[in-house]
DNA sequence: GAGTGGTCTAGACCACTGC
DNA sequence: CAGTGGTCTAGACCACTCG
């Protein structure tokens, strides 16, 4: 027989896609169920068992939660179990405690080399800086420095972070309406130059966790660049590998 | 109506933890294929979809390769495609190399406090240190100090060590039958010592990445413990969040 | 009790491998 | 061509949630 599908995708993938772009294009909001699978095997005529695997494949993702005899939801920043899915930093003693956000700066320039590159964006286009200390029981752990695409972010302000409650990521999602799927984090060791050892409370040159963070949305779309400065003496940076 | 179980585990779970028993007790070797779906099925009496469900799992959690068209087979470190599956260093250029172990000491000890926590054996328990050596392209980058509990790894030398081609994990696979499943890394920056900054060729009091790793078989059991100290000037320690 | 996700089955057919 | 994993279906029943 006659190869006739080089480019063979099964079934429950195309289902798949079909699910993202209505997710994409804002058919059902962070937080909202969407249809049951009996309604999408009949929206899309296929089996439930076809729509249950695309699904599948989505929720081990973190795209979408199932909860049986609810729903399935989509995912959201908001939600309180997503509040540490990005952030990797545990206290020595094991006892996790929300950190507080403290947005020092925030201001507009134009994407140097860099930045373009990374946000994929013009060079020259608009950019939003961000600074912010994040503590633990009120003592600083980590300096963020955070650029975000001007023309997506439009109107971030300091007022609009200091006004926040919850998760960055929260705020993009509500207010932006921009959703973070996934993100590459580059981990390496650096000494603290003088500015950021004052912010942390540590002696000038001492050893700091750089973390920089490229983080992405649907269609693998980078939205954000950032580079934490971590003090690694009462917390570590913690990875699972399996 | 009574709920009658409260620790209800469906078929599908019962048959990996089935599966689960048959690799732990070496019936089939890594890099070995397991039966069939259908023959398993035949000998849990359940049906294809049902072993097929556990094996997906199992797959899932790297501990099964499937091969469309050849059968399934026990993951091993001594295959190629798992080589980098715990070592998360990448030079800056984002070209992989293998890099080259070179041993340099091997001891016996005796466990002290944090070791026989950590590796839940008994205080005093016999232990083996090996301290190594990791070379990208000629230069040291990375350097081991690993514990192992003795019993477990009886007859590590470093002869041993410095025979073996290939992972250390695929040593510890073939020559004492030890499979690493899974493992933690807690990361953290560090001024290198004298000797270290030495070894790595750097400038003593440079900033280090530290990264602990305890190491876990079949049943979580942690069978190793270690601490390296990257370099991570010319390359970075890769994190993909999702 | 109705509706949701979760499990299990049986059978058909497809895609890939190797003899 | 036989044997393997991979897909798809249809239907039954279970576990959980909520009104």
């Given at each position: 027989m006659v190869q006739e599908s080089p480019t063979f995708s099964p079934l429950y993938r195309q289902i798949k896609a079909l699910i993202m772009q209505a997710l994409e294009s804002g058919e059902w909001r962070p937080g909202e169920a969407i249809p049951s699978e009996m309604d999408l095997a009949a929206r899309f005529n296929v089996s439930q068992g076809t729509v249950r695997k695309a699904i599948d494949e989505m929720a081990a993702e973190n795209l979408l939660v199932r909860k049986q005899g609810k729903g399935t939801f989509v995912a959201s920043h908001n939600d309180p179990r997503s509040f540490f899915r990005f952030l990797r930093l545990v206290p020595n003693d094991g006892i996790l405690v929300s950190p507080e956000s403290v947005p020092l700066e925030c201001w507009r320039a134009k994407a140097g080399q860099e930045a373009s590159r990374i946000l994929r964006i013009e060079p020259g286009a608009p950019i939003i800086i961000v600074r912010r200390l994040l503590k633990f029981k009120g003592r600083p752990v980590v300096v963020d420095e955070i650029y975000l695409p001007g023309e997506t972010f439009q109107g971030l302000s300091l007022e609009t972070l200091q006004e926040h409650q919850g998760s960055l990521y929260g705020l993009f999602e509500t207010r932006f309406g921009v959703r973070m799927i996934r993100a590459d984090e580059h981990v390496r060791a650096v000494a603290a130059d003088r500015r950021t050892a004052e912010l942390l409370q540590v002696a000038e040159g001492s050893p700091l966790l750089s973390v920089e963070r490229v983080t992405y949305t649907?269609?693998?779309?980078?939205v954000e660049w950032r580079r934490g400065l971590y003090s690694t003496a009462e917390h570590y940076y913690l990875n699972e590998l399996s």
């Open positions: 649907y269609g693998d779309k980078p």
